[in-house]
């Protein structure tokens, strides 16, 4: 429910022109495929596209910040603005947690509540509740003396303790649906059960039949409110199986064939695990369908790591690690040989006038020194992590321009070569 | 010393900018006096003003935002110069430490270092070099198992221990100057000793003659060098004598004879004590010289206080209380009866969908919620910091320009009343 605020309020400034511009969108965009490919590379599965959503478009393959706590860290909605970026990510269990979705449902979903009236995307809930969970067993029950974080899977959903507050919470297909749907992000995933690496084959089969079970349930919930706050909300599956090649092609084939938006591939491991990431792309890929956007999930921890994901024929990606990075000091630069990396803490920078790096256009890098930097790490000083953060997203940001430019002109393969 | 940097660097393009603008600056501004009033109150003492400096000009009554580690907490110089803040502070015992006078001077100063073209100001080191001390006694010496932040103050100068690594340090009238001069804040501040209020006469009197000698010493030291990085520096004289009377009284006559180009009024209790100030303001006032710039250090917790300064004919002040506030959550919001502040993280604000204040033209009040901001603070994000920073900064900024507009059409003491 929106309530009109009184005059001069922030709220009334903004819902019109929230409205306005959704209004223009759905005009302008109307007829529009919600995806379709622009350009292929020859040689490789790297494609451009075009995303559509009532809040505007994305050029994919494209990087997505994230915003767990529908903010990215350190930064502001006008800062991903000045940076470009056509969508954000928020994190359904955070966001559930805190500050709950009702509330969010009365500004009239996240985009406003953030003010940020371009696309945005939203996890299932299902990653948050297993990897921040003691421990993981399907059949187990929550007992009295059990420490927060505790996990409990059932063929139905996942009951699992606050990371704030020990309270107990329920995810279900339907309700994390249900939590999308107020939260109002333009695309939204199905509930799946993320499996650990480490899962043994028997292990690995039950829980890729629940996510399928699941995929199923989270479709038949959406199909009936697709435009809860007035505007389309597009579904996603997501291909699990662990590290085990049939399950994962199984589940590729499986998830193709429903009538998602898009197709994501998740696990523990996609991401932090470069190799495995590649492996499982490679099974999945011929069970991909052409037409809808390929989601690699948590891919996004070193620029190299996305070309590859490109490269495999996806065209999103998310990482908390570009501003996880930053807040450390660990600044993206170009350099195969230090994994496109520095470390700003070092001594040896501490009167090195150069910018971070030398190419950049970000705020950062036209406006202070690697001395300066340095210096604001080592006084602690908070904007020393907001300038970091602004220049390692940048970077990826820039770099998903570049790529996209390359794989338009036929020269992905030698673009990726300069990053190896 | 600036060693030209290759290509592309940030330092080159920094420094032809910098040295453009203060050739400009120099060009358009010679001839112009240091300091002029351009509007005086017939009711009260306070009036409007103009600083000149090499660096650019100053509307006086000013706040000036303070940047103890050569960066206002949480943000940037670019966000400074989007508030229209028109000079900052730098914090000489801080930088003395880190990174050290050596270091920044190599940049070119403090302006260069921090990439802020505009003017500077630094402290002489004295006041953090007392505040941070454990203990403040004349003739007491650093003993062998002194616990870090012992502070010796002898007649030549005073000896003390880091914050940050427990060396030892010794500050004098002459390089408490040297650093300032390496700085290169366009207004530096004669050494003084901080008198603590509690300190009884023959204390009193005996650390009021230290500042008295140092501030002659502090005034030969740069007249031998006023343009150290090829600019001018100008040089403020600072009165003390704690709570006495006559003290006060003494030192605003001596201080007000020496040929400084501005008076500070310095001490503990300024600017956390209003009542106290108010008296000590009182008391000065009429050894003050009409020509030069009056700056009450310290002064800033409160919207008020800042009017209550301006009424007593100060014309600079700063303080740390606003963005310190605004990093716990405190922000200002025009309401007499509760001290123009709201406290964000209260549970009212969860579901406000008003700005901070309705009538703040801020970034943040344009921009996002209280409900938004309460949910930042809830949930530990540093841009919510960040926001809160912007908006208190904002807040005195912009009441500094209405006092300035009222001060002009002769309507000061009634537009002090709507804050009272």
């Known amino acids: 429910m929106w309530v009109t605020p009184p005059k001069n309020a922030i709220g009334r400034l903004s819902v019109a022109k929230n409205e306005l511009f959704a209004m223009l969108g759905a005009l302008l965009l109307f007829g529009m495929p919600f995806f379709e490919t622009t350009a292929t590379d020859t040689a490789t599965h790297a494609r451009t596209g075009r995303i559509t959503t009532d809040h505007g478009t994305i050029e994919t393959p494209v990087f997505m910040p994230v915003g767990t706590q529908a903010s990215v860290k350190t930064l502001d909605q006008a800062d991903m603005r000045q940076l470009g970026a056509e969508i954000m990510l928020g994190n359904t269990y955070h966001l559930h947690l805190r500050p709950g979705e009702d509330l969010i449902a009365e500004h009239g979903g996240l985009h406003r509540f953030m003010n940020w009236d371009k696309p945005l995307l939203t996890d299932s809930g ?8 003691k421990e993981t067993r399907a059949g187990a029950e929550l007992g009295a003396g059990a420490q927060g974080r505790l996990v409990a899977i059932d063929e139905q959903g996942v009951t699992f303790t606050s990371h704030i ?5 329920r995810f279900t297909p339907e309700s994390s649906i249900d939590i999308q749907h107020k939260l109002g992000a333009d695309i939204i995933m199905a509930f799946d059960e993320c499996t650990p690496d480490a899962a043994e ?3 690995a089969e039950a829980a890729l039949a629940r996510t399928h079970a699941w995929a199923e349930q989270s479709l038949a919930a959406h199909m009936g409110n697709t435009r809860y706050h007035g505007y389309q909300q597009f579904l996603f599956g997501i291909i699990q199986g662990a ?9 590729a084939e499986f998830i193709s064939a429903l009538p998602f938006d898009g197709v994501a591939i998740g696990g523990e491991s996609i991401g932090y695990n470069m190799a495995a990431t590649a492996e499982i792309l490679d099974w999945v890929y011929p069970y991909l369908p052409e037409t809808k956007p390929h989601y690699a999930m ?3 921890l070193s ?4 070309l590859i994901a490109v490269e495999h024929g996806v065209d999103m990606f998310d990482c908390v690690a570009p501003t996880r990075l930053a807040r450390h000091g660990m600044l993206y630069s170009k350099n195969p040989s230090k994994q496109h990396r520095l470390n700003i803490k070092n001594a040896s920078f501490a009167r090195d006038t150069q910018p971070i790096d030398a190419a950049c256009a970000c705020h950062t890098c036209q406006n202070y020194s690697r001395s300066y930097l340095h210096h604001l790490f080592a006084a602690g000083e908070l904007s020393g992590q907001r300038l970091a953060s602004l220049h390692n997203l940048h970077f990826l940001l820039q770099l998903m321009r570049d790529t996209r430019q ?11 070569k300069e990053w190896e």
């Open 201 to 203: 084959r028997p292990y």
């Open 298 to 300: 948590g891919v996004g």
């Open 126 to 133: 299902g990653f948050q509740v297993f990897s921040l969970g």
């Open 303 to 306: 620029p190299l790591d996305l």
């Open 165 to 169: 507050d020990g309270s107990t919470h």
């Open 406 to 416: 390359a794989i338009g002109a036929g020269r992905f393969k030698e673009f990726k």
């Open 243 to 251: 590290q085990h090649r049939d399950l994962r092609e199984r589940s």
